[in-house]
Antibody, heavy 118, light 107 residues
Framework: EVQLLESGGGLVQPGASLRLSCAASGFTFTNIAMNWVRQAPGKGLEWVSAISGGGLSTYYADSVKGRFTISRDDSRNTLYLQMNSLRAEDTALYYC???????????WGQGTLVTVSS | AIQMTQSPSSLSASVGDRVSITCRASQAIRNHLGWYQQKPGRAPKLLIFAASSLQSGVPSRFSGSGSGTDFTLTISSLQPEDFATYYCLQDHDYPLTFGPGTKVDIK
């Protein structure tokens, strides 16, 4: 069974940094593209970033480009999101999502909450 | 970026009703689309992948159709546990984009 467990969220001030982690199990992590998706309170889903299997390619939403960095450690089956220069509008529940074998197919963790406030 | 629109943004329906939600892409995305159900405080749940394939374990009252730019999620007979918000997601190209969501509530 695919399991994704996010951690690292918390309350930070604007301009601060935070690193999120997603521990994966139940599948062969190495070959699988992984994503971060966020959801602001009461709002819809917003894709944030993706990394290819093996980590050679990374992709970012315009809203986070230059501030966030996605990475993975295949030896630890863990996905990361380094978030710098955080803004109030980055406040959201951050989900880790594993791309499945077919288009539109993603498995999700339960999320970790990031709150950016002074 | 590919824009996804969804309609309606909300609907009220009764148990047993047939419900359809549409999603339109700003450019052709073949069948590179999934449908998700989300309940308050829960992670999204995959219902349909590749536009029309039913995810294992999802009741057969859910179905998806469409290709190219126009897609539909249909619930053939709405059940109490189906009251939720539904999103489409395109992964034809980065950035991945979601529809804005359709909230289905009880009439």
């Amino acid at each position: 069974e695919v399991q994704l467990l996010e951690s690292g969220g918390g309350l930070v001030q604007p301009g601060a940094s935070l690193r999120l982690s997603c521990a994966a199990s139940g599948f062969t992590f190495t070959n699988i593209a992984m994503n971060w998706v966020r959801q602001a309170p009461g709002k819809g889903l917003e894709w944030v970033s993706a990394i290819s299997g093996g980590g050679l390619s990374t992709y970012y939403a315009d809203s986070v480009k230059g501030r966030f960095t996605i990475s993975r450690d295949d030896s630890r089956n863990t996905l990361y999101l380094q978030m710098n220069s955080l803004r109030a509008e980055d406040t959201a529940l951050y989900y880790c999502a594993r791309r499945g074998w077919s288009y539109g197919d993603y498995s999700w963790g339960q999320g970790t909450l990031v709150t950016v406030s002074s | 970026a590919i824009q996804m629109t969804q309609s309606p943004s909300s609907l009220s329906a009764s148990v047993g009703d047939r419900v359809s939600i549409t999603c339109r892409a700003s450019q052709a995305i073949r069948n590179h689309l999934g449908w998700y159900q989300q309940k308050p405080g829960r992670a999204p749940k995959l219902l349909i992948f590749a536009a029309s394939s039913l995810q294992s374990g999802v009741p057969s009252r859910f179905s998806g159709s469409g290709s190219g730019t126009d897609f539909t999620l249909t619930i053939s007979s709405l059940q109490p546990e189906d009251f939720a918000t539904y999103y489409c997601l395109q992964d034809h190209d980065y950035p991945l984009t979601f529809g804005p969501g359709t909230k289905v509530d009880i009439k």
